[in-house]
């Protein structure tokens, strides 16, 4: 077993944003409308929106709504149109950032990236610039309890994953990007409670940072995680459940 679990690294801290489901709901939603313009509303021949489906079932979005996005994505309702963009960087201490967003005006989201990064001491960089310490992985969280773990791990392998992480209240399951939801579903049918399935930009090492760099690092990610333009952030900093 080898790795890092990025779930166990931040679970705490979004608990608190993932209380604002509204907010959650309406980066959901934007992610729809990205996928079903570029492969069709039909789950069925578009992979990638089936994967932003289950995503927003696993954020408890009501179906109405998944349904609502999808069908304002494909010209049934009026809508917005997105772009998807990057943005890498610098955070205290040479923390490595990226920022991945969708949004309807990137000169707005690129200024308001940049601000946060001023604000807390880092620096926007140009795309490359940090992306090379990350691997993109398939994750899949499962709950370890009542279960027995050795038959977890065995169902994950058959069912294409790569490795298995075991933590105290769970396993983290690695799989290729592509798979992520393979594997999910396999287990999901044998019986296991799947937590969570995502694809991440997983950090090859993890960074220690002191307490007051730390605590500037933190309010930094949660300027960036509070705009609806920022769907996702991903770093190397090791971010202890009291942050």
Known sequence: MS??????????????????????????????????KAGGSDPVSNPRLRDVIAKAKQNNMPNDTIERSIKKASGELAG???????YEGYGVGGSAVIVECLTDNKNRTAGDVRHAFDKFGGSMGSNGCVSYLFQRKGLV??????????????????AGAKDVNEYDDSLE??????????VA??????????LS???????????????????????MIDMLEDSDDVQEVYHNVNMPEEC
């Not at 917005?80 to 990057?86: A, D, G, L, P, T």
């Not at 399951?173 to 393979?182: H, L």
Request: charged share 25%.
């Open 80 to 86: 917005v149109n997105y772009e998807s963009c990057v």
């Open 3 to 36: 790795g890092h679990s990025k779930w166990h690294n931040i679970q705490a801290r979004k608990g608190k944003s993932d209380a604002a489901r509204g907010k959650i709901f309406t980066k959901i939603g934007r992610e729809i409308a990205v996928v079903v």
């Open 185 to 194: 579903e396999a287990l999901t049918k044998a019986g296991y409670n799947v």
């Open 197 to 219: 399935s995502e694809v991440q930009m997983v950090p090859d090492n993890y960074v220690d940072l002191d307490e007051s760099k730390l605590a500037t690092f933190t309010r």
């Open 173 to 182: 399951i690695v799989t290729e990007p592509n798979d992520v939801n393979v």
């Open 141 to 158: 969280e499962v709950s370890n309890e009542g279960v027995d773990t050795d038959e977890v791990m065995m169902s994950a392998l058959d």
